[in-house]
């Protein structure tokens, strides 16, 4: 799922190339992608462009007349710039935004359907897509530390909670964990006051180095190679890689969909942190540390 950093770099692109301008035509080719009925989305044809924002993981298109468009991109949704009436025929293709600059497409792989758009009008119309969660480059580290240990969770998952904190998804939470030198299953309510402060300071110094990083990378042009995986990540989609900072391999923890990477030297002490299914399939055999596995 495109993360914070991934959201600014399509917004500013996208502010860059709508705002100002009037978006013309709306083409939707898969009908479950609009998720509400009032305003009809016909309305938003003709309008002008005020400006695109960032809602969490959503973006909205902000146009004349208090009306936005809110997409959320979930896991595979990716957006698009191409020429003007850009054809969508293809499988992946859910919808088709044509301004008088260019087309915006929304793109989804795989066969879930997942992406959204809505319709949203009036001042207040946005509060029903905003979770709540903690912007951290205004926090202070007292705001932060409270909005962390308001309940006693893992670590994985506090930074992962929309409600608690804004924008930061499985990707960002294992490489922010690594730069703090903290274990993604350490109970929020346990850290010292000096692991929370490292921890704030990881959380902002690992997201605004990448959106510096990808402000570099598109150039002025639109980001196409929006990818949770990246090699230039220390741990997140880099198992049995080495550390970049002890050379160790990176160990994971699978769950449903999802796994965390973690550096067991840097992060646990070189404890291997228990994966669900394997060590329950292992038992005795699961290897506890990393001396375990030499």
């Given at each position: 799922m495109p993360e914070l950093p991934d959201i600014i770099a399509y917004q500013e692109a996208l502010d860059e190339r709508i705002t100002g301008h009037v978006l013309e035509k709306?083409?939707?080719?898969?009908?479950?992608?609009?998720?509400?009925?009032?305003?009809?989305?016909?309305?938003?044809?003709?309008?002008r462009v005020a400006g695109v924002e960032r809602i969490g993981k959503r973006i909205a298109i902000r146009l004349d007349g208090d009306l936005r468009l809110v997409?959320?991109?979930?896991?595979?949704?990716?957006?698009?710039?191409?020429?003007?009436?850009?054809?969508?025929?293809?499988?992946?293709?859910?919808?088709?935004?044509?301004?008088?600059?260019?087309?915006?497409?929304?793109?989804?792989?795989?066969?879930?359907?997942?992406?959204?758009?809505?319709?949203?009008?009036?001042?207040?119309?946005?509060?029903?897509?905003?979770?709540?969660?903690?912007?951290?480059?205004g926090a202070t580290l007292e705001?932060?530390?409270?909005?962390?240990?308001?309940?006693?969770?893992?670590?994985?998952?506090?930074?992962?909670?929309?409600?608690?904190?804004?924008?930061?998804?499985?990707?960002?939470?294992?490489?922010?964990?690594?730069?703090?030198?903290?274990?993604?299953l350490r109970l929020t309510r346990q850290l010292t006051a000096a692991e929370i402060e490292r921890l704030h300071a990881a959380t902002k110094s690992v997201l605004l180095g990448w959106i510096d990083r990808l402000r570099l990378e598109r150039r002025g042009e639109f980001p196409e190679k929006v990818t949770a995986f990246?090699?230039?990540m220390a741990v997140h989609g880099r198992f049995g890689q080495p550390c970049p900072v002890c050379g160790r391999?990176?160990?994971?923890?699978?769950?449903?969909d999802n796994e965390t990477n973690y550096c067991a030297r840097c992060q646990t002490e070189g404890r291997l942190?228990?994966?669900?299914?394997?060590?329950?399939?292992?038992?005795?055999?699961?290897?506890?540390?990393?001396?375990?596995?030499?």
């Open positions: 709306i083409r939707i080719r898969t009908p479950f992608l609009l998720r509400s009925v009032e305003p009809p989305v016909a309305d938003a044809e003709g309008r997409i959320h991109l979930m896991i595979a949704g990716r957006l698009h710039w191409r020429p003007r009436d850009a054809k969508i025929g293809s499988k992946v293709s859910l919808a088709a935004f044509d301004f008088d600059t260019g087309s915006l497409t929304l793109t989804e792989a795989g066969t879930k359907r997942r992406a959204s758009l809505f319709v949203a009008a009036g001042p207040g119309a946005l509060a029903e897509f905003d979770r709540g969660g903690l912007e951290v480059f705001q932060f530390a409270g909005r962390l240990t308001a309940g006693n969770h893992t670590l994985k998952r506090a930074l992962t909670d929309p409600r608690a904190f804004d924008g930061i998804g499985n990707a960002y939470s294992d490489e922010i964990l690594h730069a703090a030198r903290l274990s993604p990246r090699p230039e391999p990176v160990q994971r923890i699978r769950y449903a942190l228990a994966d669900r299914g394997l060590s329950r399939l292992l038992k005795q055999d699961w290897p506890r540390s990393l001396d375990d596995l030499d």
